[in-house]
């Protein structure tokens, strides 16, 4: 790119999950700190893959073969819009991938030092308190399950 022209003005982070796995390459984590930062816009990147080739002047094959891979590794998630064209969309997961082996549940047997009813009570004036974001709503709706 010449003189940084159409370069986002966002910084991205890079949570340690993806930064540590050895399963990416570095330019996946870069790609994902890149789709990161164009995603806090709309919550959602609609970047096209030559686009994000010519951001770190490589292949747009390499770009297609980085965002295969974060997508099966769930880092990245891939809509396509039909009503906007088959367009493209680009969502970052904030959920890291869970281990299903894990136990998560709460041990009753740890003493709890918060009074009674106050973790309740707060978290009822959060439920109440709480606005969610256009671009995040559309993001939280591409989790939601049937029940």
Do not use: W
Not at 12 to 36: H, K
Not at 79 to 85: A, L
Not at 94 to 100: L, Q, Y
């Amino acid at each position: 790119m010449k003189n940084g022209s159409n370069i986002p003005g966002y910084y991205f982070t890079i949570p340690t999950l993806i930064a540590l796995d050895t399963r990416l390459t570095l330019y996946e984590v870069l790609l994902y700190g890149i789709i990161s930062s164009l995603c806090n816009a709309f919550g959602f990147c609609f970047a096209s893959n030559s686009y994000l080739a010519q951001l770190r002047q490589v292949d747009e094959r390499t770009v297609t073969r980085s965002l295969a891979h974060l997508i099966e590794l769930d880092y990245i998630r891939s809509v396509i819009d039909k009503e906007q064209g088959n367009k493209r969309r680009l969502y970052i997961s904030v959920f890291a991938p869970i281990d299903k082996n894990v136990h998560r549940g709460i041990d009753k047997n740890v003493y709890s030092p918060v009074p009674k009813g106050t973790i309740e009570q707060t978290t009822i004036n959060n439920l109440y308190n709480y606005k969610v974001s256009p671009g995040l709503q559309v993001f939280l709706d591409l989790f939601k399950t049937e029940e």
